[in-house]
């Protein structure tokens, strides 16, 4: 280790010294031989090359480096080597290149009499490999990230390109050579040999290590590396640099950022800014919902007038009341925030709930940075502006100017839209998804999806945290978050604005700069989290993922009545990289017992469409008594022998025998039928069994959800 | 056009001469002379070639095909030319041309000096170009597919490749160009010149025709053609052929079809075989069914003892029945099938629906092609076995044992599975969607998907057909008529077993060979078929398709009051094929006019949260006047200055205004929002406008397949 951090040492020192001069001169890319001196002081293989000044010279360097090389006329005038003959290609022996520097340094002079011949560079030639690109990009949300695809067409027509956050370690660097599509290539086809997968990799992680240690490198592209059975080697280099590096945004510790947001999501006592008697109003929702909703802390209305509201006395300031304060909820038009925001301050409340809108989502940009300028100063964490507040179900707290909600749950979801978070509400209430909270945060000038993620990693009320967003401010610090938080509670994320079109819709509505939807998507996945594809993925994911048992391995088997739905289920195996087991002898023996004889073998089971409850009964038992089995899938078809309550019913208990017997392992089901099979999953979801009507879809994308956040966490 | 088809007969003329040669001598492939040979009839270019015996007769003819050329000894006794120094590439010049003459002579003289020297064969060299590939593949259910994809890497490791049913015309051929994701290459990158679109497509349309014209060629590649700018050479050329054709499956024509379709979909007399008294028999289900769903023609029981069965007089055989019967709804074991269905035959009924199991399901394929031979021999068209039954609403019919169901409405619906049948019932009674017919297709020994079709074309009660299926027993013919019918009504199909793991589930349950998926989604695009990815995108699109009045223009508009769902529906927009307008400058300023200053401008509208109903009103009532916009796409955002119902009844009220003027555009609708959402979708569904609760995908995937449908049927 220690030779490694040396090396890293030095080779900073070298970039630093390059850059100083480049700095200086007031360039910004680097010229050739200090791209050169770069690579060679990063370890970053290069084409072997030398200068010659006599044609002995040149036999003995080219015999060093190896045959073929390449020869090159030296000197300052002649610009255009080709032109002036200075150039041979494809040299293969000694006697070859003595006779070769001859005869380019007498083209040369043919050429331009006057040239001042230098010597000949005698360069490796590079044949054979696969062309492939290795870059780094700085993006504004997330940073240095390091860049891999194939050469030529593949990386230029299809945008097949992998990314990830720099540095990478070996591991990671090896990811990316399968995160292509044409991955295949790098292994060997038509009987070519596959490229040096190790030598590659080391490749990449020089350079994410690079452009890590030496901020100012905000491009770098090797194009093309040769890849090949032995070795990797970069033809040719460029590296862009900035000087002039871009503000980082504050980053508290995690420790600081729990101190703060436990106070916020658990508060002993809220101030409600901008309370009201008034039906209609904004600060008359938020305290009845308050009380209604039997939040148990202390409620504070703050009024500039009045006395008593909805029976409990009112203050002019927060600054009056008299015991400690926890959070502060505005509703008050956003000319008033900033002085509200102050008293709020000294109070030395934790958070403000910013509820107002008349901030940076209307241009005004200046209001909202004067309010984050007084949060600061005064240490106020603030959540919003432009929100509809927030609700923390184990405190019975909502802090919101939106209709009431108390199902408990294990679901916490978030959103910076209003919009959807009343989809998640209507959604929520319909489905009886339980939520410990549901988080508004609108502009996010403050308070954003890694203040909650730190939050929810240790809130004992959350097994799941669903997100809705259309940009991160810092997509680093979240990245740096999820990836930890992701190893305990699985994170979805919808990421609006991933297509071009959506991304200039994000544009407009939050002034955010949505990245390349290629670097989230392979960002998210780097950091564990499960990206949902549509609103309906995220809301059902948050839904399922915290009723399914974690499974402890990957073998799936479909059991269904219906083998029409058998197929519709195995094809969304495929979709979600589900793996439908081999049958054993011995088990499909044992499943055919139960089953009759024109029943199908092997995965799919197919128990057949007449049978009665304990067909279903017997085959799920067994399916979960067995241990190579690690997840069900089931396909019950309505038919009047096991009617759809009686199916969920018989299920629910043979699922309960197990689990008293410690067997929990995750079950999904789709029910194919008439109006009654919406009773029937519903029954079976409120018992740990994901169902749903009328798809074969869904259910198994919840279960592949819940199994790519196994494998993201390390428990596959 | 008459010279177009003498050269077809010519080339058919020399096609059936060389493979006549090939039968007599067993071969199952052309050799390169045959092949060659074959291409030149067919116009298919190849490279230039000539035998010359001396070496100024070589050089003229290297002067007369151009050079860069190849030469080539040829000696029957030489096999290896390139070992015995008979090979030269890249010659350029005629000189050149005559030197390489003797000295490849010379070369082969030495390697065997006993080598009868038959001359050099002098080729045509070809550079430059893009490397595609040019084939035929003869598919177990479509037959004769022509296919193109791009060289090396990216038909192998990356499967880009295109099929289409041959034979394809000019225009087909050109859309394959389109239709590989590497098509960008192409029309050239990096500055390369793009390739010669008609001569690559009149190559394609010519392997269609060879290989439709000539049943026996089963395979043929052209790998690889070299697609330049001026031409398209094949460079190498394979055929492998079949002598012993398949059987076709009988085609009845159209009118045979619909003589029949007609009496089975809409029949005047039915009778039930295995008619019941008794709860619970699938024979009392059928007769209920029948009864109680308001049927006004005959019902004749027919039961072996019965006199009278539920109040009507029973028979012993439809044989004994005095009127005329449309169809026989069978509810009798398997075995008894044969018996009942040659009566049925001899009182020569239109129709019999085989609701029994165990035939080729169940592996006795014996037992079901006794009863296809019967229904044969008394041009008695089966429905099934292995079924539910059918439904038809427009004569209150319900021909199953099913649950009844009687919503009236415009989408006829067909599964090839029990479970996916009960499925849609649940599903369509759960949602008020109206039906024309929903029919099991199970085992499918006669009637299929393209009698189905054939029906449903010309059914009045009819708008869109919605089929699941897993396999097409002839895919050539459900094409050919798929192509028709949906010039006039959508069709949508989900295909099960589209994946490698769902084929072989498919394999598994029904016997059915599952053909390649790629090949699926272009035959199924190419006959304008609607491809639904879920079960869900099948039972939403049968729905919302018929709802929606067809696009005049590609021209959408989102008009929003939650910015949020205006990203994500722009994302969805894009998912879906669908174009987002670039919203004018004067049409821009008016609809400024009606939302808050902080309101986005372009497209989405987003008109913000807060506004009241009005602000809806206007701006959707804009979108529907200004003729540049063809459809709306509405994000609506529950407040409570504009709850759910109050916005669902706005957006009914302009657009009946709208209509009453002539004014139809299509509208679809997210609706975000506390659970009121749900009535309020319903509502606005009830009267046209296609909405959703807590999703933002599903109702611009409905948009989208209404789109894609019209732009199929050449309406946009």
């Known amino acids: 280790m220690n030779g490694h951090v040396d090396v890293l040492d030095d080779a900073r020192t070298i970039a630093r010294s390059i850059l100083e001069v480049v700095k200086r001169e007031g360039r910004t890319s680097l010229t050739a031989p200090e791209a050169r001196e770069l690579c060679e002081a990063w370890r970053i293989p290069i084409p ?16 060093a480096i190896g045959f073929p090389v390449v020869l090159k006329i030296v000197s300052p005038q002649i610009l255009h080597k080709t032109e002036a003959g200075g150039v041979l290609v494809g040299v293969k022996t000694a006697d070859d290149v003595r006779a070769g520097f001859k005869r380019i340094v007498e083209s040369a002079g043919r050429y331009d009499s006057k040239a001042e011949i230098l010597g000949v ?12 690109i290795v870059g780094a990009v700085t993006d504004p949300s997330f940073g240095k990230l390091v860049a891999f695809g194939l050469g030529g067409v593949l990386v230029e027509v299809l945008k097949d390109i992998t990314f990830r956050l720099a540095p990478v370690d070996r591991t990671e660097a090896l990811s990316m050579l399968d995160g292509i599509q044409a991955a295949a290539i790098l292994k060997g086809v038509r009987g070519a040999a596959p490229v040096d997968r190790e030598a590659l990799s080391d490749l990449i992680v020089k350079v994410s290590q690079l452009v890590d240690a030496v901020p100012e490198i905000v491009e770098l592209d090797l194009n093309p590396v040769f890849a090949r059975t032995d070795g990797a080697i970069a033809a040719d280099v460029r590296v862009v640099v900035d000087f002039e590096p871009k503000e980082a945004r504050p980053r508290p510790s995690s420790d600081e950022i729990l101190a703060k947001m436990n106070r916020i999501m658990r508060p002993d006592a809220v101030a409600v800014i901008g309370a009201s008697a008034e039906d209609g109003k904004i600060g008359n929702s938020v305290m009845k919902n308050l009380i209604n909703g039997g939040y148990k802390g202390a409620i504070y209305p703050i009024h500039p007038k009045a006395d008593e509201i909805l029976g409990l006395k009112a203050y002019k300031s927060v600054k009056d009341v008299p015991g400690a304060i926890d959070i502060a909820v505005f509703a008050i038009p956003a000319k008033f925030v900033p002085q509200a925001l102050t008293e709020v301050g000294e109070k030395k409340i934790s958070g403000a709930i910013l509820i107002p809108s008349g901030f940076a989502e209307t241009g005004d940009h200046e209001a909202q940075e004067e309010i984050v300028a007084i949060g600061r100063k005064y240490d106020v964490r603030l959540m919003g502006p432009n929100i509809y507040g927030f609700y923390y179900t184990p405190k019975n707290l909502c802090a919101t100017f939106c209709t009431p909600f108390d199902v408990k ?82 994170v979805v994320v919808l990421k609006a604005g991933r297509t071009s079109l959506g991304a200039r819709a994000a544009s407009s509505h939050t002034g955010a700069l949505a990245g390349n939807d290629k670097v989230y998507d392979d960002v998210l996945r780097q950091s564990g989290v499960i990206r949902a594809k549509s609103l309906q993925d ?59 004889p024109f029943g199908a073998a092997g995965n799919p089971v197919d128990i057949t469409g007449g049978e009665p409850p304990t067909t279903y009964r017997n085959t799920v038992k067994l399916g979960l008594e067995d241990d190579r089995i690690h997840a069900l899938i089931l396909g019950y078809w309505h038919t009047i022998i096991t009617p759809p309550m009686v199916f969920a019913k018989v299920i629910t208990e043979v699922v309960d025998e197990m689990r008293a017997k410690g067997i929990n392992k995750p079950i999904v089901a789709s029910l194919a039928g008439d109006v009654e099979v919406e009773e029937a999953a519903q029954y079976l979801y409120d018992h740990g069994i994901v169902a749903y009507p009328y798809s074969t879809e869904t259910p198994v994308a919840v279960l592949g959800a819940k199994y790519r956040w196994a494998r993201g966490a390390g428990l596959l």
């Open 48 to 63: 072997k090359e030398a200068l010659a000044t006599t044609a002995d010279e040149a036999a003995a360097q080219a015999q």
């Open 121 to 132: 560079q005698v360069q490796q030639m590079l044949v054979g490999g696969q062309e492939v």
């Open 409 to 490: 749950g294990r679901a916490a979801l978030s959103s910076q839209s209003g919009g959807i978070g009343m989809a998640i509400i209507g959604f929520s209430r319909s489905t009886k998804m339980g939520v410990s909270a549901i988080v508004g945060l609108g502009n996010k000038s403050d308070i954003d999806e890694d203040d909650l993620l730190t939050f929810f990693e240790q809130d004992d009320a959350t097994d799941v945290i669903a997100m809705h967003l259309e940009d991160l401010k810092d997509g680093r610090a979240f990245a740096d978050v999820a990836k930890v938080v992701s190893k305990k509670k699985p």
């Open 538 to 596: 995220l809301l059902q994911f948050a839904r399922g993922i915290p009723v399914l048992p974690t499974p402890k391995g990957e073998n799936v088997v479909i059991i269904t009545g219906a083998g029409g739905s058998g197929v519709l289920l195995s094809d969304a195996c495929v979709d979600n990289d589900l793996s439908l087991m081999a049958m054993p002898a011995d088990l499909d023996a044992a499943f055919r017992k139960f089953i009759p």
